[in-house]
Structure formats: C-alpha cells, structure tokens
C-alpha cells in the first residue's frame, strides 16, 4: 500500500478534519468526488479489520509482568490463521 502525505495548513479545515466521524469525502471546487476516506480511531483498527489477537488475550497479557516473547505471539498468530 501507497502511502502519501499531504500536509493542511488552513486552520479551518484541520478543525473540520480532527471532528470528522466516520467516512470523509473530499469533493473539488465543481462538487466533483474526488476520493474518501474512513475514520480510524487512534490506536484502533481501520474498519473491517479484526485483531488476531482476542480482548481476553490481551488483558491477561497486561496482568504479566513481562508480556509474551514476540515468538508466542507469532506463533499463536500463525496457528491461527493455517491456510
């Protein structure tokens, strides 16, 4: 996946931007669609994408000290998800 950057300076529309929910279209100076874009919740996962990893997973993970070595995790992630 691209990614590409466009930085806003027009306070106005970083304003409108930061308050926008869910989808976001941008539409040019005729009213013309020209592309959209979902909202994602900082930290949170783009729509239709679910963790592998279960809600029960990770908070008996945060009740370890140490957390799991990334080659647990891999490995579960991997059993999980056999063609």
Known sequence: M????????????????AAAEGRIVFRGPAGE????ADTVTRGGLPP??????????IEEARKQPDGS?????????????KP
């Open 69 to 81: 070595p990334l080659a647990d995790v891999w490995k579960r992630i991997h059993e999980r998800h």
């Open 33 to 36: 669609a020209i592309k959209t």
């Open 2 to 17: 691209t990614t590409t950057i466009i930085t806003i300076t027009d306070p106005e529309l970083l304003a409108k931007l």
């Open 48 to 57: 239709g994408v679910r963790s592998p990893i279960s809600d029960e997973e």
